[in-house]
């Protein structure tokens, strides 16, 4: 199956008139002095190209990585997913609530006239299968709604024992100032910024329950007669709750993430071609804050080509279900990492993957908290995290054959205007001499296109010019152990110089094949590898000493 890919572009910057050549070819150093001589030959310019040195021109998004032995990686990295704990665990909406009846009152009557309900407990409401046992507060919006039809005034205390500041439990009073039986308050309270919530109860034996204590006081007015109709009801709601941090067991729920994309732009030029990757690495790296037992759950990976007409391929992940390291209670506010590695070895597809030249590469992933159940105390505070990093790691190790590659670069205008001179000159001859040190032998053509993208011109007239650079001899390692010399001249005529005044584009195509590929031999590339290149040039001219020639 014919397979796009961008395996050595660096090889073909090297040699390119525009990309990284132009960086260190300095034409500005050339002489334009016409001595008068109809024919003048002299040398333009050199240059020692380390494949190091190409990268860093290309390498923009500094995806080139080399080891200590300076072999050369391709490396795609991105986080795929950020999830903060507020997107995992939310507190929900708390109502609960208390009245006081006839037979309340009838039970405690006006003497001493205290009629309290102690340590009243109510179910915490969680989303899910969470059973919590305390909660440090970042915030709480709290309403409590006091409604009494008792014809008589007197006092309500609601204290939550188990909500607290610095040891002191909160408390709100409510002045029942009307024996008309149609008291009606309701008050809002905030600034729980830094209270705790202890919801294993008096003796902290209890969990995932809000405790409150009612105290009701109310006066005789006269009026000791209670009908079975008459009642005080008190209505709590907490809203928008917030934490710095939970304890208890967070449940066994299932968190869904989105699926994300990395994208492999390395392949977004190359059009033709077959390449091959012998050692391509997947590495997906998870950082997990969370104090709790974390398993994964990955999607197939799915893949899109850059070949027209493909489509959606799809690879299913080998290693099954993944089980997250995560920080225990000791070590709270520590993350723990997990890195998943998918090799050849484990992931045999893979090859065919990297190799079918994905332009994108997806995945998505699910987890679920608590796996096995309740194992022990959970914990997550509102910094806790699990980010999850997917790295493509493509070492320079491998093969190639015809890989075509493009690129187009405009032109200022005094590009044609230069060649406004063709009327005075009869022919230039460019001669290149190239060594070699790179594992790959390379053909280039240069077009000359006008502002529509015709080709007025070609630099090169055969397919035999194109193969300019030989592959350097490599050995059974794998390296480069000698380079190769390769001379080229390029001639342009006057009617070829012609051709060149309404030029608007120059388009670059590069065609490679690393050495020996018949017979599969595999190539390495190093930083040092470099291409040594010098650039000669003669040009016959017809001159009249009487003109002033504006070069």
């Known amino acids: 199956m014919k397979r796009y890919f961008l395996f050595l572009l660096i090889v073909i910057v090297a040699f390119l008139f525009s990309g990284c050549v132009k960086n260190y070819f300095d034409f500005d150093n050339m002489n334009t002095n016409v001595n008068w001589n109809p024919n003048v030959a002299a040398p333009v310019a050199k240059a020692h190209l380390r494949i190091r040195d190409i990268l860093q021109d290309y390498d923009y998004n500094e995806l080139f990585e080399e080891d200590s032995t300076h072999f050369l990686y391709l490396v795609y990295r991105k986080r795929v997913v950020s999830t903060p704990a507020s997107d995992i665990i939310t507190l929900p909406v708390q109502t609960i609530g208390e009245s006081f009846t006839k037979t309340d009152v009838d039970n405690g009557g006006f003497s001493p006239n205290h009629i ?19 909660i440090y507060l970042k915030n709480l919006d709290m309403t409590i709604h006091v409604k009494s039809t008792f014809q008589h005034t007197g006092v309500l205390v609601v204290t939550f024992p188990s909500i607290t500041q610095n040891g002191v439990p909160f408390s709100a009073t409510f002045n029942i100032n009307t024996h008309t039986g149609t008291y009606d308050q309701t008050n809002n309270f905030g600034n729980f910024d830094g209270y705790t919530m202890d919801l294993t109860g008096l003796n902290g034996t209890d969990t995932n329950k809000i405790f409150v204590t009612y105290d009701l006081v109310l006066d005789d007015n006269g009026n000791p007669t209670v009908l079975p109709s008459q009642s005080c009801d008190i209505d709590i709601s907490f809203n928008n709750m917030q934490y710095y941090a939970l304890f208890g067991y967070l449940g066994q729920d299932t968190v869904s993430i989105n699926r994300d994309t990395v994208h492999l732009d390395i392949f977004d030029h190359a059009f033709q071609g077959t390449a091959y990757f012998e050692d391509p690495h997947i590495n997906i790296y998870v950082n997990n804050s969370y104090g709790l037992p974390l398993k994964f759950h990955f999607d197939n990976f799915t893949t899109y080509s850059v070949e027209p007409g493909s489509t959606p391929e799809s690879y299913p992940f080998p290693l099954g279900d993944v089980d997250i390291n995560y920080p225990l209670i000791s070590e709270l506010g520590q993350s723990k990492n997990t890195t998943i590695t998918l090799d050849t070895s484990n992931f045999p597809q893979l090859r065919d993957m990297i190799n079918n030249a994905p332009k994108y590469v997806f995945f998505k992933v699910d987890g679920i908290m608590n796996p096995d159940g309740y194992t022990g105390t959970n914990f997550a505070l509102d910094t806790s995290h699990f980010y999850v990093d997917m790295e493509v790691n493509l070492p320079l190790w491998g093969y190639a054959d015809y890989l075509v590659l493009e690129d187009t670069a405009e032109v200022g205008s005094d590009f044609s205007k230069n060649f406004h001179k063709g009327d005075i000159v009869n022919w230039v001859k460019f001669r290149l001499n190239v060594d070699n040190g790179m594992p790959a032998k390379v053909g280039v053509q240069v077009y000359f296109d006008d502002s529509l993208h015709n080709v007025l011109d070609s630099m090169f007239t055969s397919p035999q010019q194109m193969e300019i650079i030989p592959s350097a001899q490599v050995d059974a390692n794998y390296k480069v152990i000698a380079p190769t010399h390769k001379t080229t001249d390029i001639y342009y005529d006057r009617d070829r110089i012609n051709k060149l005044e309404n030029v608007k584009y120059v388009r670059f195509r590069g065609y490679v ?19 040594d290149i010098k650039l000669g040039m003669q040009v016959d001219a017809t001159l009249n000493s009487n003109e002033n020639y504006d070069f």
């Open 513 to 531: 094949r690393t050495t020996d590929f018949e017979h599969r031999q595999l190539v390495k590339f190093y930083s040092y590898y470099a291409i």
């Open 116 to 134: 309290i309900k102690s340590w009243v407990s109510y179910p915490f409401n969680n989303s899910g299968t969470q059973l919590l046992d305390s």
